[in-house]
């Protein structure tokens, strides 16, 4: 019996291949009928102004997001159809009725090369819903979106033509209409950028409309324009006031924090700004210092006080504080270097450093005859002893000639820190 098994084995295996090339032959040559399916998502909808005299539009039923199509044929013909060589119409002419709601418009498929005999729709109507048609007019907010024009450039304005435009649909469609955005593409550019686009609508959610949605609504593109202005760094600012300390004091200074901005501009607000020494002023009724005894602070929105044809750069803050120092009759605010004040009593194996550049000293004269005082001739010292590593804000010691005296306190920040040994090892 093993030896039957075992015997004229060429043979049988040239009998199985010969069995598979036959298989294949019938198959290919045969060409058996199969069925195939496809989900259809954009049923067209026609004829839809045979409602049109009733003032009515059609908006599709939501639970109807799609139709199956059944299609049978050869093997070699079907499996070569794409969904996208699939039409599916559905034909108001030919609903059912139009009292009931939802209204049932059949639906009807067809493919090149197969005929209808062959075609099955489930569902096979499409569910719509009649509503009055509504008409609303919208303005157009213009976006950029995350594109950015060429380096020394910035998005001065951007426009719509029209500014706004009028929406016909279903009035449960036109209701949920929250936003009509047109966008632009503006990167890498360094002139105006003007494009013809299609609005996109966001409900009142948030949620952009979905591509069904859009087909049932009536409205026209628009002209978008973004207009593009040169980057103009180091801009300085310059503060000022009005109104007039307490008697016995007077204003040292304006100072602004930040002191320079970087804006973009067109080119009149540009040439303008040049001709004005490259300097925005902050103007004085923004800044009331009357009566004050000591420096007055107040915070400005600079984006309201910006000459038209100028705009802060992206991403800059627009807020800009206003400070006046006032200072007693006699007096004068200095600036002092950090670096010029000694550290005494600094803890062995220990390192400290400013945390600032500069401190102020107001320093006052006892009688006007006095020339005023030079940085050099003031001794200014700070003591650390006892110590220990951490961030501390300690009194300055002021040493000042004869005839003169500090008007407040001083104060400095210092960091004081172990120093790091690094031990090199030689093998």
């Keep these: 019996m093993k030896r039957k098994v075992t015997e004229n084995i060429p043979l049988k295996i040239m009998s199985i291949l010969v069995g598979i090339l036959v ?39 939501e639970d109807q997001q799609s139709v199956r199509v059944h299609i049978t044929g050869k093997r070699k ?23 009931t709601d939802p209204v049932m418009v059949p639906i009807t498929v067809t493919c090149d090369g197969i005929s209808a005999s062959n075609i099955e729709i ?71 950028v003007t494009k013809t686009v299609t609005p996109v609508l966001y409900d009142k959610n948030g949620d952009r409309f979905t ?110 504080w206003v400070r006046v120092l006032i200072l007693p009759v006699g007096s004068e605010a200095y600036r002092i270097p950090t670096s010029m004040i000694s550290v005494l009593h600094q803890p062995e194996g220990m390192q400290s450093a400013f945390v600032t550049d500069r401190i102020e000293v107001r320093i006052r004269k006892l009688q006007e005859s006095l020339p005023d005082l030079k940085e050099e001739e003031i001794g200014f010292s700070i003591d650390l002893a006892d110590m220990k590593e951490g961030s501390y804000e300690l009194p300055v010691e002021v040493n000042l000639p004869r005839g003169y005296e500090l008007v407040e306190d001083v104060k400095a920040e210092i960091t004081v820190s172990q120093i790091s040994s690094v031990e090199n090892t030689v093998e």
């Design 23 to 61: 298989w294949l032959l019938v198959v290919n040559i045969d060409d058996p009928i199969r069925t195939v399916s496809h989900v259809v998502t954009d049923v067209e909808l026609v004829n839809v102004a045979y409602i049109d005299n009733e003032g009515l539009m059609c908006m599709p039923d």
């Design 77 to 99: 013909t079907v499996e070569k159809i794409r969904t996208q060589d699939i039409h599916a119409v559905a034909d108001l002419q030919q609903a059912l009725s139009l009292e």
């Design 122 to 192: 489930t569902p096979r109507n499409l569910k719509i819903h009649l509503q009055r048609k509504m008409t609303q007019e919208f303005a157009v907010s213009v976006a950029s979106g995350d594109t950015k024009p060429a380096t020394g450039f910035e998005i001065g304005t951007l426009t719509s033509s029209p500014e706004k435009i009028q929406i016909t649909g279903p009035t449960s469609l036109i209701n949920r209409i929250g936003v009509v955005s047109a966008g632009i593409d503006v990167n890498g550019a360094q002139e105006d």
């Design 211 to 320: 591509e069904t949605q859009m087909r049932y609504l009536n409205f026209s593109d628009v002209r978008v324009t973004a207009r593009l202005w040169k980057i103009r760094s180091n801009v300085n600012l310059k503060g000022d006031y009005t109104g007039e300390p307490a008697e016995g004091y007077y204003v040292d200074s304006v100072i602004t924090v930040p002191d320079v901005v970087s804006v973009a501009g067109n080119k009149n607000a540009l040439e303008t700004l040049t001709a004005n020494g490259n300097s925005i002023e902050i103007p004085a009724e923004n800044i009331d210092i009357s009566g004050k005894t000591e420096d007055y602070e107040q915070k400005v929105t600079i984006t309201g006080i910006l000459p038209e044809g100028l705009k802060l750069i992206s991403g800059s803050s627009e807020d800009v």
